[in-house]
C-alpha cells in the first residue's frame, strides 16, 4: 500500500485503538450467499493473507471476497479485546467513508432525474450557508475539488482521539448544518476546482442538499433508494443511536494508557459522510449492483467515474470520482471502491469495474501510533492482492 493509501485510512476519523497484543489469530472461513465456495487452495491462500493481519498487529478482520470462482467469507482475531470469542463472519461494523458512496448515489440519482444538476452551484441549493457558494459545484463536493475544509481540522471543537473525544464527542448529537458552517468557516484549502483535497464537509454538504431537494433526511433518502431496494437487511443508517444493531466486533480507544472500550458511540459527528452500518455481504451487493448498472443510468455511472487524481498516490494511480475512488493493483487489474474510518473500526471495499469480483473487509486495529501500523496497511494490500491477483 502506497504511501498516498495509507494516508487516505487516516484522513476520515481515527480507527479503532487497542492495546493488548492478541495470541494466536482465531481462524474461521467458508462460504456464504448463493455461490458456491471457491477451491479449497484458494481459500487457504486468502486465510493465510487474513492471519497474516492480525499477525503484524491488527485486534481482528473480517473479509468477504466475491468472483467468478464462488464466495469465502473469513475472520482472523477476537471480537472483544482479551476475549475468546472470534470476530463474527457476518458481523457488523461502522463503514465510516463508505457512506459516501451511498450519498454520492442518491445525488446522483436524483441529477438523472432532473431534480438536481452536477454542475449547480451549492449556493442554488443552500442560498447563504457556503461563503463563495456560487463558484463550488454539487460535483466538486463530490469529488473533493471544492476547497472547502474539513470541519474535523477544527480539533477543538472535534476532537477525536483521546479523553477529549470521550467528553466533547462520544455521545454528543451534532446538527449536519453546524458541521457544514464548521467546515466552511475554516481557510480554504484552495480556491474551487485548483486541486483536490479531502474533506468530510463536502458530503454532509451534500446530505443537506438531498434534504433540501426531497423533503427528507439523507437517512429516509438512502434507506428508500438503495438499503430496501437491493435488501441489504444487514445496514442501517443511524442518526443519533449510539449501539450496533446484531453482531459485531467491538471498537476501541487507548485513552490514557488504556484501552476503552468505544463501540457505542453518537455517529452523527459523521453525518452523510461517515455514520453507515453494514457488513461484508451487503457491502459486496451494494457495489455489485452500482458498477453493474441496477442504481444508476449508464450516463450517470459514467459521471460518477470521471476521476481527478489524488496527489501523492504513487503507482497506484488512485484517481477519485463522485463517491467512488479507481486504483490500479501491482497485477494490472483497476478496482472501484471506497475505504472508511471511524473511531473504533477500519474498512475497504474494491471491486472490479464490472462488478463481478471484490473484497470487503473490517479491520480493528490497536491505536495508530503504534508501530505496527504500517505492517498491517501492508498486510491489508497483500489481502487485497491476494483476491484480485493470486498471492503476492
Same mark, same amino acid.
Given at each position: 500500500?502506497?504511501?498516498?493509501?495509507?494516508?487516505?485510512?487516516? +484522513?476520515?476519523?481515527?480507527?479503532?485503538?487497542?492495546?493488548?497484543?492478541?495470541?494466536?489469530?482465531?481462524?474461521?472461513?467458508?462460504?456464504?450467499?448463493?455461490?458456491?465456495?471457491?477451491?479449497?487452495?484458494?481459500?487457504?491462500?486468502?486465510?493465510?493473507?487474513?492471519?497474516?493481519?492480525?499477525?503484524?498487529?491488527?485486534?481482528?478482520?473480517?473479509?468477504?471476497?466475491?468472483?467468478?470462482?464462488?464466495?469465502?467469507?473469513?475472520?482472523?482475531?477476537?471480537?472483544?479485546?482479551?476475549?475468546?470469542?472470534?470476530?463474527?463472519?457476518?458481523?457488523?461494523?461502522?463503514?465510516?467513508?463508505?457512506?459516501?458512496?451511498?450519498?454520492? +448515489?442518491?445525488?446522483?440519482?436524483?441529477?438523472?432525474?432532473?431534480?438536481?444538476?452536477?454542475?449547480?452551484?451549492?449556493?442554488?441549493?443552500?442560498?447563504?450557508?457556503?461563503?463563495?457558494?456560487?463558484?463550488?459545484?454539487?460535483?466538486?463536493?463530490?469529488?473533493?475539488?471544492?476547497?472547502?475544509?474539513?470541519?474535523?481540522?477544527? +480539533?477543538?471543537?472535534?476532537?477525536?482521539?483521546?479523553?477529549?473525544?470521550?467528553?466533547?464527542?462520544?455521545?454528543?448529537?451534532?446538527?449536519?448544518?453546524?458541521?457544514?458552517?464548521?467546515?466552511?468557516?475554516?481557510?480554504?484549502?484552495?480556491?474551487?476546482?485548483?486541486?483536490?483535497?479531502?474533506?468530510?464537509?463536502?458530503?454532509?454538504?451534500?446530505?443537506?442538499?438531498?434534504?433540501?431537494?426531497?423533503?427528507?433526511?439523507?437517512?429516509?433518502?438512502?434507506?428508500?433508494?438503495?438499503?430496501?431496494?437491493?435488501?441489504?437487511?444487514?445496514? +442501517?443508517?443511524?442518526?443519533?443511536?449510539?449501539?450496533?444493531?446484531?453482531?459485531?466486533?467491538?471498537?476501541?480507544?487507548?485513552?490514557?494508557?488504556?484501552?476503552?472500550?468505544?463501540?457505542?458511540?453518537?455517529?452523527?459527528?459523521?453525518?452523510?459522510?461517515?455514520?453507515?452500518?453494514?457488513?461484508?455481504?451487503?457491502?459486496?451487493?451494494?457495489?455489485?449492483?452500482?458498477?453493474?448498472?441496477?442504481?444508476?443510468?449508464?450516463?450517470?455511472?459514467?459521471?460518477?467515474?470521471?476521476?481527478?487524481?489524488?496527489?501523492?498516490?504513487?503507482?497506484?494511480?488512485?484517481?477519485?470520482?463522485?463517491?467512488?475512488?479507481?486504483?490500479?493493483?501491482?497485477?494490472?487489474?483497476?478496482?472501484?471502491?471506497?475505504?472508511?474510518?471511524?473511531?473504533?473500526?477500519?474498512?475497504?471495499?474494491?471491486?472490479?469495474?464490472?462488478?463481478?469480483?471484490?473484497?470487503?473487509?473490517?479491520?480493528?486495529?490497536?491505536?495508530?501510533?503504534?508501530?505496527?501500523?504500517?505492517?498491517?496497511?501492508?498486510?491489508?494490500?497483500?489481502?487485497?492482492?491476494?483476491?484480485?491477483?493470486?498471492?503476492?
Amino acid at each position: 500500500m502506497d504511501a498516498r493509501a495509507k494516508a487516505r485510512w487516516r +484522513t476520515v476519523t481515527v480507527w479503532a485503538a487497542c492495546l493488548a497484543a492478541l495470541a494466536a489469530p482465531i481462524t474461521s472461513a467458508g462460504a456464504a450467499g448463493g455461490r458456491a465456495p471457491v477451491s479449497p487452495a484458494r481459500g487457504e491462500r486468502l486465510q493465510r493473507s487474513l492471519d497474516a493481519v492480525t499477525a503484524a498487529g491488527a485486534v481482528g478482520v473480517q473479509a468477504e471476497v466475491v468472483g467468478t470462482d464462488g464466495r469465502w467469507r473469513g475472520v482472523s482475531g477476537h471480537a472483544r479485546l482479551g476475549g475468546a470469542q472470534p470476530v463474527p463472519r457476518r458481523g457488523r461494523f461502522r463503514i465510516g467513508s463508505i457512506t459516501k458512496s451511498f450519498t454520492a +448515489t442518491v445525488l446522483l440519482q436524483l441529477a438523472a432525474q432532473g431534480r438536481v444538476g452536477l454542475d449547480d452551484p451549492v449556493e442554488r441549493y443552500l442560498p447563504g450557508l457556503v461563503p463563495g457558494g456560487r463558484h463550488i459545484t454539487l460535483r466538486r463536493l463530490l469529488n473533493h475539488t471544492s476547497g472547502i475544509a474539513d470541519y474535523l481540522d477544527d +480539533t477543538t471543537t472535534y476532537p477525536i482521539s483521546g479523553r477529549e473525544f470521550l467528553e466533547k464527542v462520544r455521545f454528543h448529537t451534532f446538527p449536519a448544518e453546524r458541521l457544514a458552517r464548521s467546515g466552511v468557516a475554516l481557510p480554504r484549502y484552495f480556491p474551487p476546482g485548483e486541486g483536490w483535497h479531502y474533506s468530510n464537509t463536502n458530503y454532509v454538504l451534500a446530505g443537506l442538499i438531498i434534504e433540501k431537494v426531497t423533503g427528507r433526511s439523507w437517512h429516509d433518502e438512502v434507506t428508500r433508494r438503495i438499503v430496501r431496494p437491493l435488501g441489504l437487511h444487514e445496514t +442501517t443508517v443511524p442518526d443519533h443511536d449510539p449501539g450496533i444493531p446484531g453482531p459485531h466486533a467491538h471498537g476501541y480507544m487507548e485513552i490514557d494508557g488504556r484501552a476503552v472500550d468505544i463501540t457505542r458511540m453518537n455517529p452523527s459527528i459523521a453525518g452523510s459522510a461517515g455514520a453507515m452500518i453494514s457488513t461484508t455481504g451487503d457491502l459486496d451487493r451494494f457495489y455489485a449492483a452500482l458498477l453493474g448498472g441496477r442504481l444508476l443510468p449508464a450516463r450517470w455511472l459514467a459521471e460518477m467515474e470521471k476521476t481527478v487524481p489524488i496527489p501523492g498516490s504513487g503507482p497506484a494511480g488512485e484517481a477519485d470520482g463522485l463517491g467512488i475512488d479507481s486504483s490500479r493493483l501491482p497485477c494490472g487489474v483497476t478496482v472501484w471502491g471506497y475505504d472508511g474510518g471511524i473511531v473504533g473500526y477500519g474498512s475497504q471495499s474494491l471491486h472490479t469495474a464490472d462488478g463481478r469480483r471484490g473484497i470487503t473487509l473490517s479491520v480493528t486495529l490497536r491505536d495508530l501510533s503504534d508501530p505496527h501500523t504500517p505492517q498491517i496497511l501492508d498486510a491489508i494490500q497483500s489481502t487485497v492482492d491476494t483476491a484480485f491477483c493470486g498471492t503476492r
